[in-house]
Every structure is written in C-alpha cells, then in structure tokens.
C-alpha cells in the first residue's frame, strides 16, 4: 500500500489493542441479538404470528446500528486519537495534499466499513432462511447498512476535523449526528428512514434513502475539503 | 346513464328489453377486431356485500384469439391503504368471426373502486376497460321474476325491507350458487323455460340446498314440454289445466283456473279437494313453493291472503354473508377458526443449541485469530486475509446450515371444512377454512377440484401493508388460487361449495325399539359419529358407505323443551376428556369446528362425526410438505321424514 493515509489507518486499525477490542465487543453484541432474536422467542414471536419471522430484519436494523456507531466514532478517530497524525500535521508537515489525504481518508473508510460488514456476514445470512427472505433480500440490506454506514464514517471525519481539539463538543455532536439521522425519520419521513426500510424491506425505497445518503456523503466531503483550506491558510497565516 | 334507473313496474317487458340492450351498449368495449359486452350482476343491479353474476360476452371479427380474459377486483380498505387485487381469469380460445360468452361470480364487497376487465394474448394486452361500479349497487332486497310479461312488481310492497324486483333474461343466469348468494327470492312465473341450460338448474338447486327459495307459479306455460329441464324443482306431478269452481280456500266468489297435481313430496299449505293449490317443499336449507295458479290474475287481485302468503314465500330478512363490508375488514384474528391453530406453529425452526454452536465456533475462532496468538507476529496480512476467510466460511455454513439442514420443511397445507348433508337432494352445504403456511416467497398454486367453489380471502388486521393480492383461475373441472406469499407466512382463503354427497339419516320405531338407520351413498367413512339431541349423547361410532343401522330399547333422545345445554357446549365436554389426553394439530382442528357450532340454530337431534380424507381434494404445484385435513359432518336427523 503506497498511500500513507491508508497505510497509516491499516497500521492503526488492524494491530491497535484498543481497536480490536471493537471487534470482539461489535461481534459479541452481534452474537447475542441473533440469540435472542431467533425463532420461538416469546417476546416478539407472538406479535404477528402471521408472519415470517422477524430475525433477518432485526439483525439487519441491529448491525445498522451498531456498524453506524462504530464507524461515526471510527472516522472521527475516537478510539485512537493519538496514534493518527493529525489534519494540521498531514497538511502542513507533509508532502501529502489536501485532495491525497480526502481520498486516502475516503478509500480507508470504505475498507473498513466493508471488512466490518464482512464480520457480521454469518449472523445476517443464518437468519435469512428462517425469515422467508432470499439471497436478493440480503444483498438489499447490505447496500443499506453499508451505504449508511460509509456516511457516518465520512461525518465523523468532518466532525473530528470540526471539533478536533474540542473533545466535549465532539462526542456530542456525533451523538447527535446519529440519533438525527436515524430516529426522527422513522416517524417523519419514512421514506427515507433506513431502518424503516430494512424492517419492511421494501426495495423500492431504496432510492430515496441513497439519495439521501449519497447526499451527506458529499456535502460531508464538501465541507471537509473547506475545512483542509481553512487548515493550510490557518498555518499559513500564523507562520508569516 | 340514466338507463341504469330501472324501477320495475313503470313499464312494460318491451320496455325493459330495450333498457337491456341500452345497458348491454352501454358496455360495448370496442377493440380494433374485438367487442366485449358485459352483464353486472341481475340487469346490472348487484346487491352490496354479496356474490354476483358477470357475463362477458365476446365478438370477435378479426383473426383466432387464444389468451386469458382477466376481471381484476380490488378489495380492502382504501382509507387504510391495504387494497389488495383479486384476479378471476380463464382461458378463452376465440376462432375467426366468433362470439362466445363467459360467466364469473366475483365477490362485490367494495363499489368504491372500479372492476377492471382485460385480455391478454401472447403475453400482450388486446384488451383493457375499466367498469364504474357504483351505480350498479343497492341495498334493497332482490326479487328475481323469470316471467312472460311485468305483472308482480306488487312483490315490492310486500316486506318490511325496501324491495326491488327485477326481470332478468333466462339466459343470464347464473351458471354458479354463488351467483344467487343476493337474491331473496326467485319467482318462476309462468313461463316455458326451453333453454334454460342443466348448469343453470343445477345452480339453482345448489343455491336451494345452502338457503334458498323458489317460487313456481302456474299457468299454462308451466304445462309446456318444453319445461321439462325444470322437472326436477317441481314439488308435484303435473296433470293438467283444472277449472275450480269458486275455491272456498281462496274465499273467491268465481271460478279460478288451476294446475291440477298429484304431490310428489313436501307439504300441501292449501288445497281444494284433491287438487293441491300451495305446496311448500324444503331442499336442505331452502324451500320449493308450487303455486297452482297465477296470484297476478286480476281476479285474485283482492283477495285477502296474497301478501301474507307471498310474506312467507319471501321468509327471511334480505342479508348477504357479508352484512357490512366495513366491519368484514375490521374482524379480528378470533373470526378465523384456523387462526387459532397458525399460532402454534408446524413448521420448526433450528434450535437453539445449533444456532449456539454455530455462534460459539465463530466467535471461538475470530477471538483467536484477531486477539489470540495465533499468527501474531508473523505474516500479519495473512491472518487478516484468514478472518475474512472465517468470515464468508461461516456465512456459506450458516446459510447452509440453517437453510438446507435443519430448515427443510417449506409449507403446511391445513385445511376445515363443516359439511352439511342434504339428503332429499344428495347434496351437501361445504363450508371450509385453507391456511397455507410456507416458508418462502414464492408461488403456490391450490388446484380444488370442484370448480363451484367460492374463493374469498380472509384478512389479518395488520398495522402494514402485505401483499394480499391472489388469482382465481377457473378452469374446466377445478378452481385454481395462485397465490404468492410474499413476506407473510400464512395466508388463509374461506371456501365455500355445494357438492354430491348422498347422506342422510332417520329414526324409527317398531315394537318398542329404536331403530337409527343411516345411509351413506358416499364413498367416505365417517368416524367417531355422535347422535346429539339437546339433552343426551350416544355414541354411534364410525359409518362406513352403505346402511348401517342400530337398534336401541333405550328412550329416545328427545328433544328439551326448555332447550338449556348448548350443543356444542355438551360436545365440547363429551370430547373434552379425550383433547386434554390428546395433543397436537388434530385436536385443535376439532376443537374449531366444533367451536364453529357455538351459537349456530342446530336441529333438535343430529349426527355430528368426521371425515378425514379431503371432501374437497386439493391439488396442490410445490413442495407441501405438511399436509392435514379434517371434516365436521353435521346431519340433521328429521323424525317422520323418511329418505
């Protein structure tokens, strides 16, 4: 891998303690809601015996969540603060540009998020069967879980280049992030809410939702790329 | 259109003929080769809530069409969003410069939304018209009068209820007992019936076995040859024209053509001399009334017992099966007697213990490639490649595993039905309930071999909006539902028939013994047969085909006066003892029916048993894995009236 950024986030993500701890922990959690959502569970099962089981459905919405969780918190380098190389650092101490960082940053995001959706796999695909769903249904979900997920990545790494040194207003405005973006629309704006449409697992609005998605990702791109000016003029302005 | 505005009475037959060629017109949808007519319901009135008959009538000036012609309902509740599609299709093969008629009963629930007619051949639409369906509805009871000339619109007056009478064409009757399902009365009125065809008459004596009634008025006409399709309906032996002087029965002071008679079977209501002038017979739950004369005559036209004899005729209050098509939609899960059974499952899912072991070795696994020892230090790209290795190892094994392995029971076919032998006519009232429980998204196809049977589906409240959409596919000798499950897991369909089932049973005395002697001309054996009056049970056992008597010093079981113990209740505790012993889906299928007797009027003694092998033989196109079916035989027992 020649991409220092990348190469960098490799190094953190696949040999850092603290990281892989968020594998066990996003595993495990995995683990237990297919438990417990497993056919023949009282607490759900009864609700509506006329239908499949909702397993696949609540796995889907679950590892949405969770993967989302981790990866806001992961593109804004919460677990591993110091061990990356800053903004300011890339930008002004290194020969690498703005865009190279931007694209370096983006292509660690997609892998990651594609290696952590690749964990969760084997529950998403045990539940399918039992559900009444189908390989297409499955292929479905993961686009959703994993075309969310990517822009929560791509929002922390705005908010971390926002709020970088301001910890407090960080965590809250990622917190926020998520519960925007995911709970009001549930009830507002179903059409676009993506759990509402894993629980139905209607593919049809499917196209609101990229839209939507596809809209963050960009505005959030957008915007990072000011924010890398604003850095470099910043440096510049105070080394003049 | 204003032609649809037929207040029956205000004209004259010419009249009204012209008024079904307007109407007829009125629904000529044009094609460039193709013509379609179509007949709604009885001269396009459809009674709200019942089934009704369709006739689509095709002219074709073009080249040979062979494809499917396609009447597409729309059912539910609009303000809820959960309209679904019902489709009635078949077959029509159309050579050169033909024309042909085709006839469906479809289900009117719903006028809010339009019927939709289309042909499709060769995988393209030739044909495609959308039917406005509100002006043809009414909620008045139906009096349908097969006659010569306008001459009983005075039936409109006679009941409580607004009436409307109404002077269909033989000729579009229907071909289906269900096509009748609106109609209060039928009133044949004098007139030859030479090409009524023997579906029709069979129809109308199936349509009399589940409750319906019919009027035979008479006349001259009654006496042509060319009524001899009709012979079977009649009560009496036709002789002849008789003259009576001054019927005392009557109180007419002039003389008064009759039919002269002979009684075959029923109950003469009046009669002068030997000369049988109302007949009444019963056929299953309906009834046959045999006028000897012509009640439109003028010379009857004051005579005091006209409305009330027609009042009786006329009998119940106009309902259909579906009283309110609103609360049709708002019935809860307890409507459905299988609802009950769906809830407990025969499909197993994968244990538990498996699906530990299969989460455990992952995790096991993961645990010790990420965090573990194992290829720590060297070759780290490796052991990354191996998680993702484990990852896409353990999906193919999971789905595996619990889709192929231990997940292989795909669908349950369970089916109840209640059958009601009627034994002077040979046939039986069947009343069923379908639940079909799968597994997957896919189509299934349920062949009933019977092509009478009414399909109507029965509808889960639900908070979301399912795919509840099926076809009726009507072919010669069976009706087909397609069917696709989509994310539901059981869906259920209400069945209704009329089929040949010859039994019957009656009760006699000699020297002091009992004597029951049933006769059962079917090919069924029914099991653990109960005879059931209001007070006492005794225990028949099974009845095989043919005559099985048996003989008993013991009383009778007569009837209570006060009517206290609920049958079913007493059933429910006769069986009682034996479901608590037993346990699984035939218990809970015979729990149902019997629960299905609560609050029904059942007759004073009865034979109450059942039949295991499918009345209705269902053919079903996929993998049914589970298949389980059980009948209720419920027979009247009627003391004094032999086979």
Request: aromatic share 4%; glycine share 10%; net charge negative.
């Given at each position: 891998m020649k991409d220092p950024v990348v190469q960098e986030g490799m190094q953190i993500y696949f040999y850092l303690n603290r990281i892989r701890n968020i594998y066990f922990h996003y595993l495990l959690i995995s683990a237990v809601i297919l438990f417990l959502v497993w056919p023949n569970q009282p607490f759900y099962y009864y609700l509506d015996f006329n239908r499949h089981p909702l397993s696949f459905r609540i796995m889907s919405i679950a590892t949405l969540i969770i993967l989302s969780f981790y990866s806001i918190r992961l593109g804004a380098q919460i677990y591993s603060h110091e061990d990356f190389h800053t903004f300011p650092e890339w930008l002004n101490f290194t020969p690498t540009t703005a865009a190279a960082l931007l694209r370096g940053k983006i292509l660690l995001s997609f892998f990651h998020t594609l290696f952590l959706l690749t964990l969760s796999l084997p529950f998403l695909l045990a539940g399918l069967s039992i559900s009444g769903l189908s390989i297409s249904e499955l292929c479905f979900s993961l686009l959703v879980v994993f075309t969310a997920s990517l822009t929560c990545r791509i929002i922390g790494l705005l908010l971390t280049a926002i709020f970088a040194e301001r910890s407090f207003l960080l965590e809250l405005s990622l917190m926020l992030s998520l519960i925007i973006l995911y709970i009001?629309?549930?009830?507002?704006?179903p059409q676009v809410s993506a759990i509402s449409i894993l629980l139905?697992?209607?593919?049809?609005?499917f196209s609101p939702v990229a839209a939507l998605f596809f809209a963050l990702f960009l505005i959030a791109i957008i915007l990072i790329r000011v924010r890398f000016h604003f850095i470099i003029l910043k440096y510049r302005k105070d080394t003049l | 259109m204003a032609g649809w505005k037929v207040k029956g009475g205000s004209g004259s037959l010419l009249l009204n003929l012209i008024l079904l060629l307007f109407l007829a017109s009125c629904f000529t949808l044009s094609a460039s080769d193709l013509a379609a007519d179509l007949m709604l319901g009885f001269n396009g009135f459809i009674k709200l809530g019942s089934r009704a008959p369709v006739s689509v009538s095709l002219i074709n000036s073009g080249k040979g069409i062979s494809g499917e012609l396609k009447l597409e309902l729309q059912q539910g509740s609009l303000f809820q969003q959960e309209l679904y599609t019902v489709t009635y299709s078949r077959k029509i093969e159309l050579p050169a410069n033909s024309r042909k008629r085709y006839f469906f009963v479809l289900p009117f629930r719903s006028f809010t939304l339009p019927l939709r007619v289309s042909i499709t051949s060769a995988d393209r639409k030739i044909f495609e018209r959308e039917i406005d369906l509100k002006q043809h509805f009414s909620r008045e009871q139906l009096i349908l009068v097969l006659s010569r000339r306008i001459s009983l619109d005075f039936l409109k007056a006679i009941s409580a209820k607004p009436a409307r009478v109404v002077y269909p064409h033989p000729e579009y009757l229907p071909e289906s007992w269900c096509g009748y399902e609106g109609v209060d009365l039928l009133v044949l009125h004098d007139i030859s019936l030479a090409h009524i065809r023997p579906v029709q008459v069979r129809a109308i004596e199936e349509w009399l076995c589940r409750g319906g009634r019919l009027v035979i008025t008479g006349g001259v006409h009654i006496l042509s040859r060319d009524n001899s399709p009709i012979?079977?309906?009649?009560p009496v032996e036709l002789l002849g024209i008789e003259v009576l002087d001054r019927p005392g029965v009557l109180e007419l002071p002039e003389e008064l053509p009759v039919v002269d008679s002979r009684l075959i079977?029923?109950?003469?209501l009046f009669g002068e001399e030997d000369t049988p002038l109302i007949v009444r017979q019963k056929r299953g739950k309906g009834f046959i009334f045999f006028m000897a004369f012509d009640s439109s005559e003028a010379s009857l036209s004051d005579w005091p017992g006209k409305i009330a004899l027609w009042q009786q005729m006329v009998g119940r209050e106009a309902a259909g099966p579906y009283p309110d098509p609103v609360i049709e939609e708002k019935?809860?899960?307890?409507?459905?007697?299988?609802s009950g059974l769906v809830k407990n499952p025969e499909l197993n899912y994968p244990p538990h213990r498996v699906l530990l072991s299969f989460l455990l070795g992952y995790l096991g696994l993961q645990l010790l490639l990420i965090g573990?020892?194992?290829?720590k230090k060297r070759r780290p790209a490796l052991k990354w490649l191996l998680v993702i290795a484990l990852s896409f190892l353990f999906s193919a094994s999971g789905y595996y595993l619990f889709n192929q392995l231990l997940f292989r029971e795909e669908t349950a076919l369970i089916s109840l039905t209640v059958i009601e032998p009627s034994w002077q006519q040979g046939l039986a009232e069947v009343k069923g309930e379908l639940a079909v429980i799968s597994s997957r998204n896919r189509d299934y196809q349920l062949k009933i071999a019977d092509k009478e049977t009414a399909v109507t589906q029965w509808v889960p409240g639900h908070k979301f909006k399912p795919a509840y959409s099926f076809e009726v596919r009507r072919q010669s000798d069976a009706t087909v539902i397609i069917t696709r499950m989509g994310e539901l897991r059981a869906r259920y369909f209400r069945l209704d028939s009329v089929i040949d089932l010859p039994i019957g049973g009656k009760i006699e005395e000699r020297e002091g013994a009992f004597t029951l002697r049933v006769e059962n001309g079917s090919s069924f054996i029914i099991s653990e047969a109960l005879l059931v009056s209001r007070r006492s049970i005794f225990k028949i056992g099974a009845l095989p085909p043919g005559v099985t008597e048996i003989t008993t010093r013991s009383p009778l079981p007569e009837p209570a006066a006060d009517g206290t113990a609920a049958p079913a209740l007493l059933l429910k505790q006769i069986y009682g003892t034996n479901f608590q012993e037993r346990d699984g889906l035939e218990t809970g299928m015979k729990e149902a029916l019997l629960e299905s007797l609560t609050g029904r009027e059942l007759a004073d003694i009865m034979i109450i048993g059942w039949i295991r092998e499918p009345v209705l033989p269902i053919e079903t196109e996929g993998s049914f894995l589970k298949r389980q079916n059980i009948s209720l035989v419920y027979l009247p027992i009627n003391i004094g009236e032999g086979f």
């Open positions: 009001p629309p549930i009830s507002l704006f139905n697992m209607d593919r049809s609005s | 012979e079977e309906l009649l079977s029923g109950k003469v019935r809860g899960d307890e409507e459905l007697l299988l573990g020892p194992l290829l």
